[in-house]
Each structure stands twice: as structure tokens, then as C-alpha cells.
């Protein structure tokens, strides 16, 4: 069973299809539970409303780097939000210096201000970070990396995957990875040591090989796992079991995988 770390489902994003329909070929594809991920208010309220009527879809509530500018008008309603039953991490959040539709100076006010609300509710904080390592970095450093941060779709070399690792983050790998040109990726993603590794689809976007061309979906997360299991020469069934407890670890979710009792040794390699 698979656990897709990252998806977005909502009706703001998954516009041709209704969320309960990808629920549902997920569940039929082997997937375990999803985290269905918060953007801004309105996705963040239509996550949680899925997760109350899905048994397998936890949310996020966060406000996205692009989304950085509406800080002043939200705030306050994602604050009340993030504390609801099913709500597991805060974010996504964090700089997006490629786009850079928030300035950079909102960005880092929304991105302080969820990890300070991650660390005082003691959820997940889920980090997106694009063209802008350094910021990232220098923020986690200065306010302080919440015991359970994910850095989301990680798009980084060896390099920054060791400057994550070294703050204690965990890092998940999107399809991606499955890119023939991702070959630092994927290098990165083999020296990420098995207990700090996440799987997922950032559906709708970036379907992995055999599905490029087409709208991302949770049930596609097993195809990154796939492309995930040989970058980091592991069996696919390693992947997805280590994964799944990994998830269940950063996002205080009970998955079938840990009730099933399975070990792997997810010591050092």
C-alpha cells in the first residue's frame, strides 16, 4: 500500500475531474491514505472538507509562496483552520523565487509566521521551495525547524538534500524523479536515508513516466515509487513500505502498513 504525501484534489485544482472520483481510483490503484495539501483559504477549507468525508484524506492548511500577498486577509481564518479535527501539517510554505508572484519580503512573513504556527500546534510543516534554497535555509535556521518538516517535491542535488537532512527534514520525491534529466535528483535521492523518505504525486502536476502528458493523480503515486525504488537501488516494495511508516511518522497519521506490522531496516546505508 502507498501513501501519496502530497496531492491536491480539491475542486480549485482537479477542475476535469471531482476530488471523490480520484479518491476513489486511488484507493483502487494501492493507495493506503492521502494528504491533501492547502494553498491559500479557500483550498485550505475544501481540503478539510474532503478529509471529513474521506476516511483516507487528511489536510493541510497552509498559504502558498504565491499566495503570500493575501497574508493580511487570511491569516486569521487559516489560523483558526489549522486547528480543525484532520488537519495534520501546516503549509504548503516556504519561497518560490522562480515565479516570485509574492514578493520575497510577504513571502518570509507567511513563511515565518506558519512555522511558528507548525511549532506551537505540533503539526507537519510542509515546505515548497523553488530558486531559493538560501532563503529557505536561512529562515529554517534563524526561527527554528519544526520536529516534523517536510520539504516537498524536493528538486534539489546531493548537495541540498544533505543541508535538509542535516536540519532534520524529511524529503519527498514527486515524479520527478522519473524525469529522464533529473540525474542530480536522483542522486539525491540516493543518499537520502531510508527513514527520511516521502513519496508523492503534487497531483495535478508533474505525472511521473508511463503518465507524462497527463493530469497528475494520487493513484499515479505508485509509479513514483517505481522511479523512487531504483533511484535509491532499493525493491519497490521496500519503497513503499518505509515510505507509508514515514508518512505516518511526520503527519501523526495510524496507516494499515503500521498495523500490518511490517519491519524494514531503515538504518544507515
Not at 535538509?164 to 520527478?176: H, R, T, V
Amino acid at each position: 500500500m502507498w501513501v501519496d504525501a502530497h496531492c491536491h484534489v480539491q475542486s480549485d485544482y482537479a477542475k476535469d475531474h471531482d476530488g471523490d472520483t480520484l479518491i476513489a481510483r486511488a484507493r483502487a490503484a494501492g493507495v493506503d491514505w492521502m494528504v491533501c495539501v492547502g494553498t491559500d483559504l479557500t483550498s485550505s477549507r475544501q481540503a478539510i472538507e474532503l478529509a471529513h468525508r474521506h476516511h483516507d484524506v487528511y489536510a493541510t492548511v497552509g498559504l502558498h509562496p504565491h499566495d503570500a500577498q493575501h497574508f493580511g486577509s487570511q491569516w486569521k481564518e487559516l489560523i483558526a483552520c489549522a486547528s480543525q479535527d484532520r488537519v495534520v501539517g501546516i503549509g504548503e510554505a516556504g519561497f518560490d523565487l522562480y515565479y516570485e508572484h509574492s514578493p520575497r519580503d510577504e513571502q518570509r512573513t507567511a513563511f515565518v509566521a506558519q512555522i511558528e504556527l507548525a511549532n506551537e500546534l505540533d503539526r507537519a510543516l510542509v515546505i515548497h521551495t523553488r530558486e531559493a534554497w538560501d532563503d529557505t535555509f536561512a529562515v529554517l535556521q534563524t526561527v527554528g525547524v519544526p520536529r516534523r518538516t517536510v520539504v516537498h517535491c524536493f528538486s534539489g542535488g546531493p548537495r541540498e538534500a544533505q543541508r535538509a537532512l542535516d536540519l532534520g527534514c524529511w524529503l519527498s520525491y514527486s515524479g520527478i524523479v522519473s524525469f529522464k534529466a533529473a540525474v542530480e535528483l536522483r542522486a539525491a535521492a540516493a543518499i537520502t536515508p531510508l527513514d527520511r523518505i516521502l513519496v508523492e504525486t503534487d497531483s495535478p502536476y508533474l505525472a511521473p513516466v508511463p503518465h507524462r502528458g497527463r493530469a497528475n493523480e494520487p493513484g499515479f503515486v505508485g509509479a513514483v515509487g517505481v522511479a523512487l525504488a531504483a533511484a535509491c537501488g532499493q525493491e519497490v516494495d521496500v519503497i513503499a513500505t518505509v515510505t507509508a511508516a514515514n508518512a505516518a511518522t511526520v503527519f501523526g497519521v495510524s496507516s494499515q502498513t503500521e498495523a500490518a506490522g511490517l519491519q524494514v531496516d531503515m538504518g544507515p546505508r
